[in-house]
C-alpha cells in the first residue's frame, strides 16, 4: 500500500492498496496503521467507522462538521463514486481548493480528508458501498451542509442528481456558509 498526497487539499492522501487477484476474486489490505503513521496520520485516532448504501445517481453531500472538523478516511468498497473535496480551512495554502476522484470497489482505494474540508459524493453504478472511518464521534449538532449545486463549487457532477436528501436539497450557498463560519470564528 502506498500514500500520495493530494495536491490540491493539503494534507489530503490517497491511500492506494495492491489488489491480490485470482479465480476466486481478490484480497486487499484496506487499513495499514504503519502507511497511515509514515504520513504523519495517528492510526489510532479513528473511533467510528460508518457505512452507506446508495443507488445510481443518488449524491450525498457536501458535508463538514463545525468546531473541531472531523477527518476521514473514505472508500468506495463495492461499485463506483465520483468523490469530492473541497478544502474550507480558511488558514490553509489550499484554501477553496476542489478534488475529484473516483473511487472504486475494483481497486479499493482510500482517500484520507482532513478536518475542516466539505465531502461529497455521488453513485455511479447500481449500489455503491462506502465506508467511512471517522476521527470523532458523531454529532449532529456540528453537521454543517453546502449545497452541492452551488456555482461557486461549480462541482462537475457526471449525473444528473436522482436523489437527493431534503437536508442536502435545502443546504445553503458556500458563501453563507463561509459566513457563518468566520462569525463563529470571531
Not at 33 to 45: E, F, N, Q, T, Y
Not at 66 to 86: M, N, P, Q, T
Amino acid at each position: 500500500m502506498k500514500a500520495t498526497p493530494v495536491p490540491e487539499i493539503d494534507g489530503a492522501y490517497l491511500f492506494e492498496p495492491t489488489p491480490h487477484a485470482d479465480e476466486r476474486g481478490f484480497f486487499c489490505r484496506t487499513f495499514d496503521a504503519d502507511v497511515v503513521r509514515s504520513v504523519g496520520l495517528d492510526p489510532h485516532a479513528f473511533v467510528q467507522d460508518s457505512v452507506s448504501r446508495s443507488v445510481r445517481g443518488v449524491l450525498r453531500g457536501m458535508h463538514l462538521r463545525s468546531g473541531a472538523g472531523e477527518a476521514k478516511l473514505v472508500r468506495c468498497s463495492y461499485g463506483r463514486i465520483f468523490d469530492v473535496v473541497v478544502d474550507l480551512r480558511p488558514g490553509s495554502p489550499t484554501y477553496l481548493g476542489r478534488a475529484t476522484f473516483e473511487l472504486s470497489g475494483d481497486t479499493q482505494q482510500t482517500l484520507y480528508i482532513p478536518a475542516g474540508c466539505a465531502h461529497g459524493f455521488q453513485a455511479l453504478t447500481d449500489t455503491a458501498d462506502t465506508s467511512y472511518r471517522i476521527d470523532r464521534a458523531h454529532d449532529p449538532a456540528e453537521d454543517v451542509t453546502i449545497a452541492h449545486d452551488d456555482p461557486d463549487l461549480a462541482i462537475p457532477w457526471p449525473l444528473p442528481a436522482a436523489f437527493v436528501s431534503e437536508r442536502d436539497r435545502r443546504a445553503p450557498s458556500l458563501a453563507d456558509v463561509l459566513k457563518h463560519i468566520e462569525n463563529t470564528e470571531n
